[in-house]
């Protein structure tokens, strides 16, 4: 047995996301020496159980295996799996099992990708799920730098508290950036609301959900934006009323003081 290659492959299993459960079950099935194998792994997010078949080969030339793919499906409670995605394993694009899960429930990924020439670039990732190859797999959309998606600017539209904190905005784009729905403290006509949100680099903007995971349309999110405009509007007003009024209490004093001199020089 390669230990080289077990260690490599040991690697390749954790930082795909699949953690070190499988190590000894890897071990025995190359101690077969069988040409391929799978190995079966589960998971849970929320009430999603997340089934994935990992496939292993051996090389024709040497004694080496090599992780190739890994099959996922997503079982939703009560429901049938809907489909299967296939995602393969290569040294430098890989998509780890929390980003395939977040991909197939419909989310966007961002990720540092390298092309054929070695050249390192960043894009955001979508299933597309009109279109689908000959295998079943839906087609992958890349949303490059170039396509002008600035997810900070996105956020930036909304009320949200943790904007106003450097580390809490940090975390929150770095989650968003995996794909995950994220909550957050939206702060609206004074008070603040518990909702989610989610990256969506195809229209440029960010989907915004409220409590019980309804999709906020674009109207309410206007309502919230004029709420916010009519807030600071009433502020303005309050404050340009009160400059007022103090503009005119020193008025009056400084009339009710030359009168008195007036009346003192008499």
């Given at each position: ?21 499988l190590e ?48 996922m ?102 989650s ?11 702060v ?51 404050k ?27």
């Open positions: 047995m390669n230990e080289k290659n077990v260690e490599y492959l040991k690697d390749q299993l954790k930082y795909t996301g699949f953690g070190d459960a000894n079950v890897l071990v025995e099935n190359i101690q077969k020496g069988n040409p391929e194998f799978k190995l079966d792994h589960e998971a849970k997010y929320g009430t999603d159980t997340v089934l994935t078949s990992l496939n292993f080969k051996k090389s024709e030339q040497s004694d080496m295996y090599f992780f190739n793919s890994y099959d499906d997503i079982q939703k409670e009560g429901q049938p799996v809907e489909f299967s995605q296939t995602f393969y394993i290569n040294r430098d694009n890989n998509i780890t099992a929390k980003e395939a899960y977040n991909l197939m429930e419909g989310r966007a990924v961002n990720k540092d990708l390298k092309n054929k020439e070695g050249e390192v670039y960043n894009s955001w990732l979508k299933f597309d799920f009109k279109e689908a190859d000959e295998r079943g797999n839906f087609k992958l959309n890349h949303y490059h730098q170039n396509y002008g998606y600035d997810l900070e600017a996105s956020l930036a539209k909304h009320s949200i508290k943790e904007l106003e904190t450097p580390k809490y905005k940090e975390d929150l784009m770095n968003l950036k995996k794909g995950n729905i994220q909550s957050v403290t939206f609206i006509g004074g008070e603040e609301r518990k909702q989610f949100v989610e990256a969506n680099p195809h229209f440029k903007t960010v989907n915004v959900y409220d409590g019980s995971m309804q999709r906020i349309n674009t109207r309410e999110s206007k309502d919230e934006k004029q709420t916010q405009s009519e807030g600071k509007s009433v502020q303005k007003d309050v340009q009323k009160q400059d007022s009024d103090s503009e005119s209490s020193e008025s009056e004093t400084k009339k009710n003081k030359n009168k008195k001199k007036q009346t003192n020089s008499i």
